[in-house]
C-alpha cells in the first residue's frame, strides 16, 4: 500500500510543494486447528517492511523556502502469534494467546544521538541493509466470558499492543502537514496495556441489546513535543520529541433496538485521556489532544411504507483538548507567541445532525434499485476543524480567535443499483 500526502502552494509569485509518503508491503499467514469442539487453536506469521520519505521540498527560487530532500528511512517487522479458544466448562469460554514482534530499522542514513535540551551528541553512518536499532515485543492476551442466566453475559478482557509507527502533530486537527516517524535509536515503541470488563444483556425475546463497559488503559513511550517544536520538514525532528507516560479510562454505554418499523441505538462514552512528561506543564498530568469526556450518538431508522426508509442521526461530543497562546510579544518586528499551559484549552463542542430518505425502486430478480436524498448537517453547524488567531482589524493591539469549519449543510442524492 502507498499513503501519499503533499502541501503545496501556488500563486504568481512564488510555488512550493512539500511531498511525504509511507509505502508498505505486508505479507500475512493464518493458520486454524479444531482440535475438538470446545477448544479451537489460532496461529500464523506476518511480514511488514515499511518506507517513509518524510518530506521533499521541491520550492522555486522566489520563495523563501529552500529545497529539501531528507533522508528515507526503512524498517521491518516480523510477527508470530497463537492463541487458544477454550470452553472448559458450560457458559465459561477463555481466550487467551500471545504475540510476538521483532522491529529492525535499517540503512542506508545518518542517525542522531541528542541530550537532554535536543542537542546533538554524535552522528553514526550506516550502510543499506544495516541493522541500526531492533526491539522485541511480547503482547499477551486473555478473554474470558461467562453466560449468566438468560442472555446475560460478563467479559474481562486484558491485551498488550505495540505501536512502531508514530504520528506526530503541533496542530488542533489533522493535517497533510502531520509528520510520521518509525521506531528508532531515539523513539521506542508506544506500548498500551488495557484491562475491560463489560455487562451485556439481549431482552424483550432479542428486539434489544444492552451493554456496558469500563476500561482502563496504560501507555509507555507516548510521544509529545517541545515547546516551540518544528515538526515541518526538519532533519532533527527527533530532537523536538519528549517522552512520558499516558492513561486513559472511562466508561460505555450501548442500547440497540435490532426488530420492528423503528430500530436503532442510542451509544455514549464518559472517558479521559491523560499524559504525563517531565519537561511539560510541570510534570503534572495534563488531557491528551485525544481526550473527549463526553462522546454520545443516536441513530433511528423507520420503516415508513414497504418502499419507504426514513433515517437520522445525531452526533455529539466534547471538543479536543489544544494548547493555544496566553500571549504574544515582538522582537525584531516578528511577533511570536507565548505559550504555557499544554492541552489546556477545548475546541468547541462538536455536534451534527443527519438527515436521510431511501426509496426502494421496482425490482425484478436481475435488477435492484433505490434512490436515497440525504441532508449532512441539517441545521449547518460550523464545526471547528481548526482555531487560528489574528490581530483584531480595529485594535492591532487585541489579538483574536476565529474557527475555521470546512462543511456545512450538504445535501445528497444517491443512486444504488445491483444486477
Known amino acids: 500500500s502507498n499513503f501519499n ?51 521533499n521540498i521541491d520550492a522555486d527560487e522566489n520563495t523563501a523556502v529552500n529545497s529539501l530532500q531528507l533522508e528515507d528511512r526503512k524498517g521491518m517487522e516480523l510477527a508470530g502469534y497463537l492463541s487458544h479458544e477454550w470452553t472448559p466448562v458450560d457458559r465459561l469460554s477463555l481466550i487467551y494467546g500471545l504475540r510476538l514482534s521483532n522491529f529492525l530499522l535499517f540503512g542506508p542514513g545518518t542517525f542522531y544521538a541528542y541530550d537532554d535540551e535536543g ?48 504520528q506526530l502533530s503541533n496542530s488542533t486537527s489533522s493535517l497533510p502537514t502531520d509528520a510520521w516517524v518509525m521506531s528508532s535509536n531515539n523513539i521506542k515503541p508506544q506500548i498500551a ?20 463497559e469500563s476500561y482502563y488503559k496504560c501507555m509507555q513511550n507516548q510521544i ?33 433496538r435490532r426488530e420492528g418499523r423503528l430500530n436503532g441505538w ?18 503534572n498530568w495534563f488531557a491528551a489532544r485525544q481526550d473527549r469526556t463526553h462522546d454520545a450518538s443516536v441513530v433511528g431508522m423507520y420503516q415508513l411504507t414497504p418502499r419507504w426508509n426514513l433515517s437520522a442521526t445525531f452526533v455529539y ?26 492541552n489546556g484549552y477545548r475546541m468547541p463542542d462538536y455536534h451534527r445532525l443527519d438527515l436521510g430518505a431511501t426509496w426502494e425502486s421496482a425490482s425484478s430478480k436481475r435488477f435492484k434499485s433505490s434512490w436515497t436524498f440525504g441532508i449532512y448537517n441539517v441545521y449547518n453547524r460550523k464545526n471547528a476543524f481548526i482555531i487560528d488567531f489574528r490581530e483584531n482589524a ?10 475555521i469549519a470546512l462543511f456545512g449543510i450538504i445535501p445528497s442524492v444517491t443512486w444504488n443499483f445491483k444486477f
Do not use: C, M
Request: net charge negative; hydrophobic share 30%; no cysteine.
Open 5 to 55: 500526502y503533499n502541501v503545496s502552494i501556488e500563486n504568481d509569485e512564488f510555488s512550493f510543494v512539500i511531498a511525504s509518503r509511507i509505502q508498505n508491503y505486508n505479507l500475512k499467514q493464518d493458520f486454524q486447528l479444531f482440535s475438538s469442539s470446545k477448544s479451537t487453536w489460532h496461529f500464523g506469521v506476518n511480514l511488514l517492511h515499511q518506507g517513509i520519505s518524510p518530506a
Open 119 to 166: 542537542d546533538v551528541v554524535e552522528h553514526t553512518e550506516y550502510r543499506r541493509g544495516e541493522v541500526v536499532k531492533h526491539y522485541l515485543n511480547l503482547e499477551p492476551r486473555l478473554s474470558l466470558s461467562y453466560q449468566l442466566r438468560g442472555n446475560n453475559s460478563i467479559k474481562l478482557s486484558y491485551n498488550r499492543n505495540s505501536q512502531n509507527l508514530h
Open 193 to 212: 496495556d488495557q484491562a475491560a470488563l463489560g455487562y451485556y444483556q439481549n431482552f424483550d425475546n432479542d428486539r434489544y441489546e444492552f451493554s456496558i
Open 224 to 256: 509529545d513535543y517541545r515547546n516551540a517544536a518544528d515538526l515541518q520538514a526538519n532533519e532533527h525532528i527527533e530532537s523536538e520529541l519528549l517522552f512520558g507516560i499516558g492513561r486513559a479510562y472511562g466508561v460505555e454505554v450501548f442500547l440497540k
Open 266 to 283: 442510542v451509544s455514549y462514552a464518559l472517558s479521559r485521556s491523560e499524559r504525563q512528561f517531565d519537561g511539560i506543564n510541570g510534570g
Open 317 to 342: 461530543s466534547t471538543g479536543n483538548a489544544v494548547t493555544f497562546p496566553s500571549g504574544k510579544y515582538t522582537v525584531d518586528g516578528r511577533t511570536l507567541w507565548y505559550y504555557t499551559e499544554r
Open 394 to 403: 480595529d485594535n492591532p493591539n487585541v489579538t483574536e480567535a476565529y474557527r
